[in-house]
């Protein structure tokens, strides 16, 4: 028999955090975050970290695990998640994956195996500078000519995927994205359901730029300050998050307050569009749409159906 796993996705803002304690509480699951930021101390109102209240008692695994000046990556992630899972399943409960980052999750659900090299790391050296040179465009224009579709999937900005795209290429003389795709053609060992939560685009956009507004009143200036006067660098994992570089940048003096906020409106807005882009690809993904379901009684309905019909609960 395989293990149940439940997964909910979906682009920020969308109303996952609400969502996953109601189900939670329905099934007795525990919460595994897949949030790249959440994972992160001391980094709050940027991440939209769901706080100890609102988690209603639900075990939380993946939140506040490493402090900002650790590097964190989808490797580290599939370890700690699958650790997780086995201790929740050893209590008789279903871990629930929670997230947007859907590269994480795709670790986790197919088990993929990402052959990270542990021994020479002077290619990878050589890489991180050239990035820092001449930034990661330029890295970028590198692993388009080396692989077509890994730089399809992979943004510009990510520099870390990028490196290990073309670590990967220069190691085996193979493409990473044909190697991920042998990997996700591989069954999942467990039996899951991969919901992703959605909602018409426009009402998705405006929580977005509402969300954006709250943040700054809550103070995420000054938790970047904080972070930045801590001594966390610009370019640690930490300092990528949406809202946390842009404001970083504007602490330099690069861009006024006002521009900042603007930068971070519409970058999440293209960022939310980009995790849209990957669940359609995904396979046996679950659509569980707000505009056509109505209110969250109906998306519980909904989804509860199709966890029976899995013989999950």
Same mark, same amino acid.
């Given at each position: ?24 509480k ?7 975050s ?32 490493? /402090?900002?000046?650790?590097? @964190?990556?989808?490797?580290? @992630? ?11 399943w ?24 990402f ?16 990035a ?35 670590? @990967? ?36 956009y ?8 709250q943040?700054?009143?809550?103070g995420?200036?000054?938790e ?10 610009r ?5 990528? &998050?949406?809202g ?26 293209? @960022? ?7 669940f359609?690809? /995904? ?25 029976? /019909?899995? &013989?999950?609960?």
């Amino acid at each position: 028999m395989k293990r149940p796993l439940i997964i909910l996705a979906g682009p920020t803002a969308v109303g996952k955090t609400s969502l996953s304690i109601r189900l939670a509480k329905t099934i007795d699951a525990e919460i595994i975050s897949a949030d790249c930021m959440q994972v992160y101390r001391h980094m709050d109102i940027g991440s939209a970290k769901i706080c100890p209240e609102e988690m209603e008692g639900i075990p939380h695994h993946l939140i506040d695990a490493l /402090e900002p000046e650790e590097d @964190f990556n989808v490797v580290r @992630f599939q370890q700690i998640a699958k650790s997780a899972a086995e201790e929740i399943w050893e209590r008789g409960k279903i871990p629930l994956v929670v997230g947007g980052t859907g590269f994480y999750i795709q670790a986790l659900l197919y088990d993929i195996d990402f052959t990270e090299n542990d021994g020479d790391t002077a290619y990878r050296e050589e890489l991180e500078e050239t990035a820092r040179k001449k930034g990661g465009e330029y890295l970028h224009q590198l692993l388009k000519d080396a692989d077509p579709k890994a730089a399809l999937d992979i943004h510009p900005n990510n520099i870390k995927r990028i490196i290990r795209a073309l670590e @990967f290429h220069r190691q085996t003389g193979g493409k990473i994205s044909e190697h991920n795709e042998r990997e996700r053609a591989k069954k999942s060992p467990y039996n899951y359901a991969y919901f992703v939560l959605t909602d018409e685009r426009s009402r998705l956009y405006e929580r977005i730029d509402r969300r954006v507004d709250q943040m700054m009143e809550e103070g995420l200036p000054g938790e970047v300050r904080f972070l930045k006067d801590r001594g966390v660098r610009r370019d640690s994992t930490a300092m990528q &998050g949406l809202g946390y570089k842009e404001l970083f940048a504007y602490l330099e003096g690069e861009y006024s307050f006002d521009e900042a906020v603007r930068i971070i409106k519409r970058d999440t807005r293209h @960022f939310a569009k980009r995790q849209l882009t990957w669940f359609k690809r /995904e396979k046996d993904v679950i659509w569980a749409d707000k505009s056509v379901l109505g209110s969250e009684d109906a998306v519980m309905e909904f989804m509860m159906e199709e966890l029976a /019909e899995r &013989g999950i609960v």
